[in-house]
């Protein structure tokens, strides 16, 4: 079990995950998020980005049924409990593929030092921003 | 491996989670239970079900550190700790209860 207790716990730095494939058609959106789930269990500080074709990884309503695989995009929604909570989605992204921040799944988490406030995890950024939280990262994982 | 339940044959993996995550029903939890040396009540009825609530709402079965919080929002801080959960399934609660729940072993266990 990855059951590590927290005063074994050493250095935290700060780890983001980069998301740019559509979540279906190659196996890098699932890898990445189990990737994440596992990751999760060192407790570092992680983000998560989705950019490119990686912006369809969030969208609601996926039905996978008849291409004969997994529909994973509910996982996303359950982050915030590994504590994850850190989703930055690229604006530039969802215009250029007609979608709005409407297209997308809510994914809420549970803020611990806000009296459990549930708040959302996704936050829309440009892609200026979205390059000043990469140049803020000890480590990043692109998918 | 695999389970024999009412003359039919049911697949798992070497580690003794069934395969086909549909075949799943409750003679075939209380099979999978004696495997482990645990006899079914209702609190490891509770705390399976709850799984498959998770695992239905989720897609995922949750590693024990997130089980163990999310059984405290769902059932309050007596059932989401350690020891209560532990005290169930001794072997690990999301390890052992994920198999009887008939889900796939947790994300994030090696």
Not at chain 1, 22 to 50: C, K, M, N, R, W
Not at chain 2, 77 to 93: A, E, Q, R, S, V
Request: proline content about 4%.
């Amino acid at each position: 079990m990855s059951d590590i207790p927290e005063e074994a716990s050493g250095i935290v730095k700060k780890f983001l995950y980069v998301n740019r494939k559509a979540p279906h058609g190659t196996i890098y959106a699932l890898e990445s998020l189990e990737v994440v789930l596992i990751g999760a269990a060192f407790e570092q500080d992680v983000s998560l980005a989705f950019l490119d074709d990686g912006v369809f990884q969030l969208v609601k309503g996926q039905d996978t049924a008849d291409i004969g695989v997994k529909n994973f995009s509910p996982t996303y929604r359950a982050l915030g409990d590994f504590e994850v909570t850190k989703l930055y989605v690229e604006k530039e992204s969802l215009a250029e593929r007609g979608l709005s921040k409407d297209d997308l799944m809510e994914i809420m988490y549970e803020d611990e030092d806000d009296d459990w406030e549930e708040k959302p995890s996704i936050k829309l950024v440009n892609r200026t921003e979205l390059a000043a939280v990469m140049a803020g990262q000890d480590v990043i994982l692109s998918f | 491996m695999a389970y024999e339940l009412n003359g039919a044959t049911i697949e798992a993996d070497e580690e003794g989670y069934i395969t086909d995550l549909s075949v799943w029903n409750q003679d075939l939890a209380k099979l999978i239970a004696e495997d482990e040396n645990i006899d079914m009540n209702d609190e490891h009825w509770e705390v399976v079900n709850f799984l498959r609530d998770y695992y239905e709402e989720y897609q995922i079965a949750p590693a024990v550190r997130v089980l163990i919080k999310a059984v405290k929002k769902s059932m309050g801080k007596d059932k989401g700790n350690n020891k209560y959960l532990y005290t169930l399934f001794p072997y690990g609660p999301a390890k052992q209860a994920c198999k009887i729940a008939g889900l796939p072993k947790p994300t994030g266990c090696v």
